[in-house]
């Protein structure tokens, strides 16, 4: 019903910043929840950031508080990650999720989204 689509990751150094981008496309996300996950090999997908279908509240796990921002422009169907201070930390896969509940899973976990992008890769050197 809905395609999502990350683009935006590449090679950062420490301390730089990065916006990705995550373009919906087959059906309006207006009224779902959209989050940001990201996952490295061997470890459990990792949700780190969340907004409500209005865009007027977000969830940020502590390791990317004051660090990350999410935001939406429902115009556009496009939501964003933009990232700053980046640390080595932060080099895993990242990927853009929805959730067709309108938010009442917000900010839930992998299994509260029904859409998931390909993801985009983002690493950090040192």
């Known amino acids: 019903q809905v395609q999502l689509a990350e683009s935006g990751g590449g090679l950062v150094q420490a301390g730089g910043s990065l916006r990705l981008s995550c373009a919906a496309s087959?059906?309006?996300?207006?009224?779902?929840?959209m989050a940001w996950f990201r996952q490295v090999p061997g470890k459990e997908r990792e949700l780190l950031a969340a907004?409500?279908?209005?865009?007027?509240?977000?969830y940020y796990a502590d390791s990317v508080k004051g660090r990350f921002t999410i935001s939406r422009d429902n115009a556009k169907n496009t939501v964003y990650l933009q990232m700053s201070s980046l640390k080595p930390e932060d080099t895993a896969v990242y990927y853009c999720a929805a959730d067709t509940s309108s938010g009442r899973n917000w900010p839930g976990t992998p299994q509260s989204y029904d859409y998931w992008g390909q993801g985009t890769q983002v690493t950090v050197s040192s």
């Open positions: 907004i409500i279908w209005s865009g007027s509240n977000t």
């Open positions: 087959g059906r309006s996300i207006n009224y779902y929840g």
